[in-house]
């Protein structure tokens, strides 16, 4: 069974850099074919895709967001961590994390966690 | 980027009843990687189809889905308790992947 789960800080300050970590069991990241995804979704608004990080160690980004954002994994450990710098009260949001394979979507999600960025 | 458009915003039935909804895409789906989610607030996102037509592991078959190219439908066939949330349809197709803006299934 695939549980994922996020953790981080619930409150940031505008200009300040969000980090989250989304630990994970069930599978590995150094499996083939495998890839851990980063989504948000502001309040009352859509999902929002943000990141991905394969087995590989290939890397994509919104290209919107992608000056601000840094995916890495840690296999050992079994989490991803996302980064996201020069917050703004804009990036108020759930953010979650969630399993995908290549050319599948994603099957597997956390429950997410909400981040407020506010003064 | 695909942009993907949900119609209705909001339907309003009562259980038993058939729920109709739509997806449309900006641009035709590669290989029609379209997936529909169900998601209840405070909960984890559900995939409930995937390729268009394919009910994920464990979606019962009240739950159809349909299309290709640019238009899809989730079709619910008898409401239940459970079914009541909102739902997003996603493009997985391309990068970057893209998600509807959702439309709510709720209690009339």
């Known amino acids: 069974q695939i549980t994922l789960k996020e953790s981080g800080p619930t409150l940031v300050k505008p200009t300040q850099t969000l980090t989250l970590t989304c630990t994970f069991s069930?599978?590995?990241?150094?499996?083939?074919?495998?890839?851990v995804s980063w989504i948000r979704q502001p309040p009352g608004k859509a999902l929002e895709w943000l990141a991905l990080?394969?087995?590989?160690?290939?890397?994509r980004y919104r290209p919107s967001l992608r000056s601000r954002l840094t995916i890495t994994k840690d296999t050992s450990k079994n989490e991803v961590v996302l980064t996201m710098t020069d917050m703004d009260p804009v990036d108020t949001a759930s953010y979650y994390c969630?399993?995908?394979?290549?050319?599948?979507?994603?099957?597997?999600w956390g429950q997410g966690t909400l981040v407020t960025v506010s003064s | 980027e695909i942009v993907l458009t949900q119609s209705p915003g909001t339907l309003s039935l009562s259980p038993g009843e058939r729920a109709t909804l739509s997806c449309r895409a900006s641009?035709?789906?590669?290989?029609?990687?379209l997936a529909w989610y169900l998601h209840i607030p405070g909960q984890a996102p559900r995939l409930l189809i995937y390729?268009?037509?394919s009910r994920a592991t464990g979606i019962p078959d009240r739950f159809g889905g349909r299309g290709s190219g640019t238009d899809f439908t989730l079709t619910i066939s008898r409401l239940e308790a459970e079914d009541f949330a909102v739902y997003y349809c996603?493009?997985?197709?391309?990068?970057?992947?893209?998600f509807g803006q959702g439309t709510k299934v709720e209690i009339k």
């Open positions: 990080i394969y087995w590989n160690d290939e890397k």
């Open positions: 969630a399993h995908r394979l290549i050319a599948a979507p994603f099957d597997s």
């Open positions: 390729g268009a037509t």
């Open positions: 996603q493009q997985y197709g391309s990068s970057p992947w893209t």
């Open positions: 641009q035709s789906v590669s290989s029609n990687f």
């Open positions: 069930g599978f590995s990241l150094s499996t083939s074919g495998v890839g």
